[in-house]
Nanobody
Framework: QVQLVESGGRSVQAGDSLRLSCAASGRTFLVQDMGWFRRTPGNEREFVAVITVNGKSLYYGDSVKGRFTISRDDVKSMVYLQMDSLQPEDTAVYYC???????????????????WGQGTQVTVSS
């Protein structure tokens, strides 16, 4: 397993951009597929984005396609989520997550991920 710590969440205005960071520790980071999920009160975690090992493949949830970009820096053991054109409906707690080798399946769901960060709050005002 890996330990994950998110940062970068804050309050912004609609149309603004924001970058979330996820610091990972643990020797298995390099072989983990990494993802971002988000959750609003009373709802299930929603898939946002995933980047596979070595950054080979990227997948996005329909609601963020074309606006959000996931990336990873394997030297620094970091995962990022660049969020552009933010809208009030993007308001949520955002979670970084790690999926061990060969566990990721389609459609991508939270059950594919075994390590989770504590979350970081993003609030978008209109």
């Amino acid at each position: 397993q890996v330990q994950l710590v998110e940062s970068g969440g804050r309050s912004v205005q609609a149309g603004d951009s924001l970058r979330l960071s996820c610091a990972a520790s643990g020797r298995t980071f390099l072989v983990q597929d990494m993802g971002w999920f988000r959750r609003t009160p009373g709802n299930e975690r929603e898939f946002v984005a995933v980047i596979t090992v070595n950054g080979k493949s990227l997948y996005y949830g329909d609601s963020v396609k074309g606006r959000f970009t996931i990336s990873r820096d394997d030297v620094k053991s970091m995962v990022y989520l660049q969020m552009d054109s933010l809208q009030p409906e993007d308001t949520a707690v955002y979670y970084c997550a790690a999926s061990p080798p060969f566990k990721l399946s389609f459609p991508i769901s939270a059950s594919d991920f075994t390590s989770w960060g504590q979350g970081t709050q993003v609030t978008v005002s209109s």
